[in-house]
């Protein structure tokens, strides 16, 4: 796949009706915003596309509205929000490209701005349906994307209008490809990557490709019981995947196969049952990771594991980072995760952090300034990372 993409400094903009498709997928509670990060993370390329006089007419989705309009999904809020911090009015369209989408679009002046609804509430999102592409497409006369965290789906606003406009990516898509596109194409060495989490299923595919592009893998949280369990240790109570026993096996024989050095826990932290609530107190203990007791959760590594990790963190050049090493959300296992982002905070090395809970992790712990980049996209980063071809990115014109 080719990650030299054109951007929006690439193309002429002024004058222009700009469709842009940004990550506002932002956290909700009672109506209001939580976190406008993304809101926030998507100002420059909203900027610059403002200041060069372009017609810019923002879509996203938020959540997963399953039969349109809801009005918990609606983008109102996200509009009064971009109000704010632009300084302008945003106005928000009541549909995805429709009768009232195109009336706003067609009263803008250069300059203005214009936000859709949220486009999972058009049918044809999801399915890429053409129809909506095309609906969309009639809108403007350019394709920006800056969604990385929906480039890896193939849906009508992230992938299917550029069939029908010259596409190009805005200031985020543009970093997190260059910056990840650059650590897998010709890393500097040694390379890590260190997987973590609960979304074990969908992580232990991404190990295969790894196994291709680093020196050594670190695992940790909750898929490494499924490897334990796979050697033949007990893992009592431990999130596992039982399906992917003969893959995990598989993954171990490669990985020795290529002299690439997989490291699991030695040690474990473990408790009766998940903490509830998830911070609240908990009683611990520690034990050999091949001696999990039947009735005890593996919640965090253990201090053997953390200092094993980190020296192997400290030794590398370049750090990927994804899935907390165990439920950091409680500060009594929270201690691998912070040893874990300490040790790429002082690693000097090319350190990437993709995954909402690692992201989260890193600035809840304030290491976060001193991480290279920090992707914005959980599941795009890690589809990037298996070597994927992700449909929002390859849809851009090349430079
Ligand atoms: P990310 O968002 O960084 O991709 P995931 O969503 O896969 O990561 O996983 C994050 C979650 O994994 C956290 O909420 C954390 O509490 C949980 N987790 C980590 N280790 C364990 C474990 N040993 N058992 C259960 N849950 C775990
Ligand atoms: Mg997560």
Not at 244 to 261: I, N, P, S, T, W
Not at 266 to 275: E, L, N, Q
Not at 316 to 331: H, L, R, Y
């Amino acid at each position: 796949m080719n990650y030299n993409k054109k951007s929006i400094e690439d193309i002429e903009v002024s004058g222009k009706r700009v469709l842009c498709r940004c990550d506002f997928n932002v956290p909700t509670k009672d109506g209001k915003i939580t976190s406008d990060k993304r809101i926030v993370a998507a100002m420059p390329t909203i900027e610059y596309l403002v200041g060069h006089g372009a017609k810019v007419i923002l879509c996203s989705h938020m959540g997963k509205p399953k039969n349109g309009y809801e009005e918990k999904y609606s983008l109102k809020v996200v509009a009064e929000r971009l109000s704010e911090l632009l300084g302008k009015p945003v106005a928000l369209a009541a549909d995805v490209g429709g009768e009232d989408s195109k009336a706003k679009v067609a009263a803008m002046q250069p300059g203005d701005v214009v936000l859709l609804e949220n486009t999972r509430f058009a049918k044809g999102e999801t399915k890429n349906d053409p129809e909506l592409s095309k609906a969309l497409a009639e809108l403007a006369d350019v394709f920006v994307n800056d969604a990385f965290g929906s480039a890896h789906r193939a849906h009508a606003s992230t992938a299917g209008v550029a069939d029908y406009l010259p596409a190009v990516c805005g200031y985020l898509v543009q970093k997190e490809v260059s910056v990840m596109g650059k650590a897998l194409a010709d890393p500097e060495r040694p390379f890590v990557a260190i997987l973590g989490g609960a979304k074990v299923s969908d992580k232990l595919n991404v190990i295969q490709n790894l196994l291709e592009k680093v020196d050594t893998l670190i695992i940790g949280g909750g898929m490494a019981y499924t490897f334990l369990a796979a050697k033949g240790c007990g893992v009592g109570t431990s999130l596992l995947d039982g399906e992917k026993l003969d893959y995990c096996r598989q993954m171990m024989a490669k990985a020795e196969a290529k002299g690439v050095k997989l490291l699991l826990p030695v040690d474990t932290t473990v408790a009766s049952a998940f903490p509830d609530p998830i911070d609240g107190e908990i009683a611990v203990q520690v034990v050999p990771s091949e001696a999990i007791p039947a009735d005890k959760m593996g919640l965090d590594i253990g201090p053997k594991t953390m200092a094993l990790y980190a020296d192997a963190v400290k030794a590398a050049k370049t750090v990927v980072w994804n899935g907390p090493m165990g439920v950091f959300e409680n500060p009594t296992l929270a201690k691998g995760t912070i040893a874990v982002a300490q040790a790429l905070a002082e690693s000097g090395a090319v350190t990437i952090v993709g995954g909402g809970d690692s992201a989260a992790a890193c600035e809840q712990l304030g290491f976060a300034d001193k991480i290279t980049h920090i992707s914005t996209g959980g599941g795009a980063s890690l589809e990037f990372l298996e070597g994927r071809e992700l449909p929002g990115i390859a849809c851009l014109l090349n430079k």
